[in-house]
């Protein structure tokens, strides 16, 4: 059994994760806003047991090698990481109504 990787968050991602949380509390109060945590929690779980569960479309798209993309369950919000061989490399977590090249682009 392969061990458990950690994640660890970028910045950028850190601060899309804390926007978030403040919109989902401004606009459905503190209750949505702990769902959307607990939600989060689970996905980065899940791509720390799974490395290579996250969709490459973006990968491809964005010609950025290895970069996946994880959906949250009942939020509209993805998580973009690299699986690297100590850890997992969270880039962004993003409302899936943004625009995710653009983003991406201005990035880098």
Same mark, same amino acid.
């Given at each position: 059994?392969?061990?458990?990787?950690?994640?660890?968050?970028?910045?950028?991602?850190?601060?899309?994760?804390?926007?978030?949380?403040? =919109? $989902? +509390?401004? !606009?459905?109060?503190?209750? #949505?806003?702990?769902?959307?945590?607990?939600? &989060?929690?689970?996905?980065?779980?899940?791509?720390?047991?799974?490395?290579?569960?996250? =969709? $490459? +479309?973006? !990968?491809?798209?964005?010609? #950025?090698?290895?970069?996946?993309?994880?959906? &949250?369950?009942?939020?509209?919000?993805?998580?973009?990481?690299?699986?690297?061989?100590?850890?997992?490399?969270?880039?962004?977590?993003?409302?899936?109504?943004?625009?995710?090249?653009?983003?991406?682009?201005?990035?880098?």
């Amino acid at each position: 059994m392969v061990p458990k990787r950690h994640a660890q968050l970028r910045s950028s991602a850190a601060a899309d994760v804390d926007e978030a949380i403040a =919109s $989902l +509390r401004d !606009a459905a109060g503190d209750a #949505i806003a702990l769902n959307f945590i607990a939600a &989060l929690e689970h996905g980065i779980n899940q791509v720390t047991r799974s490395p290579h569960v996250g =969709s $490459l +479309r973006f !990968a491809f798209e964005l010609g #950025i090698p290895e970069l996946r993309a994880w959906s &949250l369950s009942r939020f509209p919000y993805v998580i973009f990481y690299l699986p690297l061989n100590d850890h997992i490399d969270i880039w962004r977590v993003l409302h899936t109504g943004r625009d995710i090249p653009g983003t991406f682009s201005r990035d880098h």
